[in-house]
């Protein structure tokens, strides 16, 4: 029921920052869970954050901690992701996701609904 995009990706360097947004469209989007994953090439796609309704409550993995940023604008009906001290590990597909279902929030099991993802590479 509900559609997302995500935008903000491509090439900085090491150390830098970019900021990615997720604009969603359709019914409610404030009463959902939003999370951000990613996914390197023959990797699996992993978990970097999550924010609830409100914004009131994040998650982070520690690799990620003081480095990103989840936001969300209920108003705008866009979830953003700063991205800062960026390391070429961090090379990877962006994926924005949406979910109602309570339960983990780190497992991409929860979320039925995905953009199309957003490259981000970051040079050595």
């Known amino acids: 029921q509900v559609q997302l995009v995500e935008s903000g990706g491509g090439l900085v360097q090491a150390g830098g920052s970019l900021r990615l947004s997720c604009a969603a469209s359709g019914r409610a989007f404030s009463s959902y869970y939003m999370g951000w994953f990613r996914q390197a090439p023959g990797k699996e796609r992993e978990f970097v954050a999550g924010?609830?309704?409100?914004?009131?409550?994040?998650t982070y993995p520690d690799s990620m901690k003081g480095r990103f940023t989840i936001s969300r604008d209920n108003a705008k009906s866009t979830v953003y992701l700063q991205m800062n001290s960026l390391k070429p590990e961090d090379t990877a597909v962006y994926y924005c996701a949406a979910s109602q279902v309570v339960g983990p929030v780190t497992k991409q099991s929860r979320y039925p609904y995905w953009g199309q993802g957003t490259q981000v590479t970051v040079s050595s």
């Open positions: 924010i609830n309704w409100s914004g009131g409550s994040t």
